[in-house]
């Protein structure tokens, strides 16, 4: 069946670094793919989203290209916050109406 | 700009007591999804509906736990009796078909003693 693999964290950066959050799937036909944020104590965010090959999401300065080469999906952003620290799910959404998640990756920022 | 309903916010229940979450999907939604998220883990689906047919309910422990969306709108899902184990955060969720995203309530956090 279709699946979602994402890096394991915690990640720890300091701020202003650059950020990867790696993002893999296994799925047949042609999956829309997302990322969702969920800061502490709060409900999931959409972050970003890619319904074809090669488009790119974008939102609050981060990014993520739809690689169907690489069936990637990989989170990033120039220059992290503080105020970035939370968990970031990647998902896709399959021909079956299925929503796959990741097992979600915690982000943390020091100052 | 619409979103997803859901009430309570917080319930702490006793167990083997019964207790119900609603949730109002933003309006045109066929899809809505509920979901129970662990503390420190991702959202595992528990029931997904498309307007009102179940399409999915594969995870859910049918013994003590039921959901319904009579009128293919607002939902119910039920835990009776509750167990300790239940203590989590249930999320509701609503999109508009094949291919979309979903949208998130707040959530219900639910607290069993």
């Known amino acids: 069946g279709n699946s979602v693999t994402q890096m394991e964290g915690p990640v720890t950066l300091s701020e202003e670094a650059f950020l990867t959050i790696n993002c893999t799937y296994t799925?047949?036909?042609?999956?829309?793919l997302f990322w969702y944020v969920q800061y502490p104590g709060e409900g999931l965010q959409l972050l970003l989203k890619?319904?074809?090959a090669d488009d790119k999401g974008s939102n609050k300065g981060f990014e993520a290209t739809y690689r169907k080469e690489t069936t990637s999906f990989h989170l990033e952003k120039g220059s992290v916050q503080v105020s970035d620290s939370a968990v970031y799910f990647c998902?896709?959404?399959?021909?079956?109406?299925?929503?796959?998640w990741g097992a979600g990756t915690k982000l943390i920022i020091k100052p | 700009e619409a979103e997803v309903a859901q009430s309570p916010r917080y319930k702490i229940t006793e167990k083997s007591q019964a207790v119900a979450f609603w949730c109002d999907p933003i309006?045109?939604?066929?899809?809505l999804y509920w979901y129970r998220q662990i503390l420190g883990q991702g959202p595992e689906l528990l029931v997904q509906?498309?307007?009102?047919?179940?399409?999915?309910d594969s995870q859910l422990p049918k013994d003590r736990f039921s959901a319904e969306r009579l009128k293919g709108v607002d939902s119910t899902l039920k835990i009776q009796p509750a167990e300790l184990g239940d203590s989590a955060m249930y999320l509701c969720?609503?999109?508009?078909?094949?291919?979309?995203?979903?949208?998130f309530g707040q959530g219900t956090r639910l607290t069993v003693v």
């Open positions: 799925a047949t036909g042609y999956p829309s």
């Open positions: 969720a609503s999109s508009l078909g094949l291919f979309t995203e979903a949208f």
């Open positions: 309006s045109g939604h066929a899809t």
């Open positions: 890619a319904t074809k």
């Open positions: 509906f498309q307007d009102e047919s179940v399409v999915d």
């Open positions: 998902a896709l959404s399959d021909s079956n109406y299925q929503l796959i």
